[in-house]
């Protein structure tokens, strides 16, 4: 499956922006999607995953409360809305994808699929 991502972007502390990565190619299988993010001179970490219905979503700590993710399947795309942007929210968001039979924990160390990055940058 490939994944590709859009809507990165500038924008001011407090503000928001929302993520899209659309899924093509083997999309008749069912997949676990999500976002990773990586700051520069940091590794990369986990921020949010959905599993493949949409029934459970889970977050990293810093962005509960702030960013939403979520699925419309029917168009092979999830979304991740972003508000309240703080400046440590800068970096470059990754969407990744996993079949639904691998076990949901393993999408947090090695989901098998990646997309190309898509900057975003919070400045004060």
């Known amino acids: 499956v490939q994944l590709q991502a859009f809507g990165g972007g500038w924008v001011q502390t407090g503000g928001s922006l929302r993520l899209s990565c659309a899924a093509s190619?083997?999309?008749?299988?069912?997949?676990?999607m999500g976002w990773f993010r990586q700051a520069t001179g940091k590794e990369r970490e986990f921020v949010a995953l959905?599993?493949?219905?949409?029934?459970?979503?889970y977050y990293q700590d810093s962005v509960k409360g702030r960013f939403t993710i979520s699925r419309d399947n029917a168009k092979n795309t999830v979304y991740l809305q972003m508000n309240g942007l703080k400046t440590e929210d800068t970096a470059v968001y990754y969407c990744?994808?996993?079949?639904?039979?691998?076990?949901?924990?393993?999408?947090?160390?090695?989901?098998?699929?990646w997309g190309e990055g898509t900057q975003v940058t919070v400045s004060s």
């Open positions: 990744a994808a996993q079949p639904n039979s691998r076990p949901l924990r393993q999408f947090y160390t090695g989901p098998d699929y």
């Open positions: 959905i599993n493949w219905s949409g029934s459970s979503t």
């Open positions: 190619g083997h999309t008749d299988s069912t997949y676990d």
